[in-house]
């Protein structure tokens, strides 16, 4: 297996919905290996989506709160009940900033075999749930982001010497 090169904020495929899996075989479960050995040599991450290693999959890994795993085709229930906390994201390196995420997730789908997957957090698992399972609809942390906050993040997105392809962001 393989630690895999992340993609940045500008590059299409972390804007676009990823494909469910279909197929659970061997290709899905390198690539479940491959989003591991990713996230583990990122120290201080929370996860890795397929999108980030330029696959369009509905499959995550996450590390959160001592429980690690990995997610494919999820779906969310949300508690009403919210939280802020800053949050930063691999495709962002080196930026973080207030994110209000629901307290509670069920989070639900399959593991790398087809076999079904119940995963229940609170805090910051349920906060990399969420945040995950974004990445997977094509969405970035930012986007969550509003007001002053959402024009700091743009402005330090557009200035960040690793941000050329996402220049042009609007606001």
């Known amino acids: 297996m393989a630690m895999r090169p992340i993609?940045?904020?500008?590059?299409?495929?972390?804007?676009t919905p990823c494909d469910p899996v279909t197929s659970f075989d061997a290709e899905l479960r390198t690539l479940v290996a491959d989003l591991m050995d990713t996230l583990l040599g990122a120290p201080g991450r929370a996860g890795v989506a397929a999108n980030q290693i330029g696959v369009s999959?509905?499959?995550f890994v996450y590390l959160a709160d001592g429980q690690r795993g990995h997610l494919v085709n999820p779906t969310l229930e949300l508690s009403?009940?919210?939280?802020e906390g800053d949050e930063g994201c691999l495709s962002l390196p080196e930026l973080y900033f207030p994110t209000?995420?629901?307290?509670?997730?069920v989070a639900r789908g399959f593991d790398q075999h087809g076999e079904p997957?119940?995963?229940s957090g609170s805090g910051f698992l349920a906060r990399a749930l969420q945040h995950e399972?974004?990445?997977l609809d094509g969405k970035l942390y930012i986007d969550r982001l509003a007001g002053d906050a959402r024009r700091q993040a743009l402005r330090a997105v557009r200035a960040a010497p690793w941000a050329a392809?996402?220049?042009n962001?609007?606001?």
């Open 7 to 15: 993609r940045l904020i500008g590059d299409a495929v972390l804007r």
């Open 57 to 59: 999959a509905r499959v």
């Open 80 to 83: 009403e009940q919210m939280q």
């Open 100 to 105: 209000p995420r629901a307290m509670h997730v």
């Open 117 to 119: 997957v119940t995963i």
């Open 133 to 135: 399972t974004d990445h």
């Open 165 to 167: 392809g996402a220049r």
């Open 169 to 171: 962001l609007r606001g």
